[in-house]
């Protein structure tokens, strides 16, 4: 039986009575910055940046001295943009709590400005789940027609590139075949049989491995 005088951390209050916490977890620093800060692209991107600086001011007439100062505040303007995306991965990392109840699963994010998505079992249809091979994972969760959210104010825990509607997502979870069997196991038991989760693979990168959970329902 829950406790509602004590509120755990990463929830707005404390359980109701009869709602039970089933498992809580942070994404992981590194996969959330190759992932949703994409640091691999803009890597690329800066060295991109410093070899065109050392082109132009080579066909630019400029002395050896010139060439090399410009390299070099390419290199430190680089290193610093990429320094400052860390930073903001690092801080979301550390900052951000999923937490899946017996009723609901809730995005606790915001560094500085605390924020809580409240997502009822109600309002979920399903969930996609795409694995890595070190077995973390992403759990996008596709919602109700009513249901409308800002995909700016929830990023980075929302699907990429989803034109419809807003698709919340668990970003970078360790153990996410587990954590998604277990959220279709609780939504199941919610909700009844009759209304059938279905938990989606979801297209995964050079070296993913797809689970095959199918449709998950109640036992």
Known sequence: MSN??????????????????????????????MGAFRLRMLSIYVGVIVVWSLVSATFAGYGLREILASAVWAIGLGALALALVTLMAWLTARSTIYTI????????????????????????????IRIGADGIGDIP???DDRSRLS???????????KKAGTEPMLRAVRDAEPVA???????????????????R????????KQPALGQARAA
């Open 4 to 33: 509602p005088s004590i509120t755990p951390d990463g929830l707005p209050h404390g359980l109701p009575m009869g709602e039970t916490l089933l498992w809580q977890g942070k994404p992981g620093f590194r996969s959330l910055l």
């Open 101 to 128: 109840t017996s009723r609901r699963v809730v995005i606790a994010h915001g560094a500085s400005i605390r924020k809580h998505l409240n997502l009822p079992f109600a309002k979920i249809e399903a969930a996609g």
């Open 141 to 143: 969760l596709t919602l």
């Open 151 to 161: 995909y700016i104010l929830l990023w980075p825990h929302v699907k990429a590139g």
């Open 181 to 199: 069997k277990l959220l279709a196991d609780a939504w199941a038991a919610h909700q009844g049989e009759a209304a059938g989760f279905v938990l």
């Open 201 to 208: 693979d979801q297209p995964s990168p050079v070296r993913a």
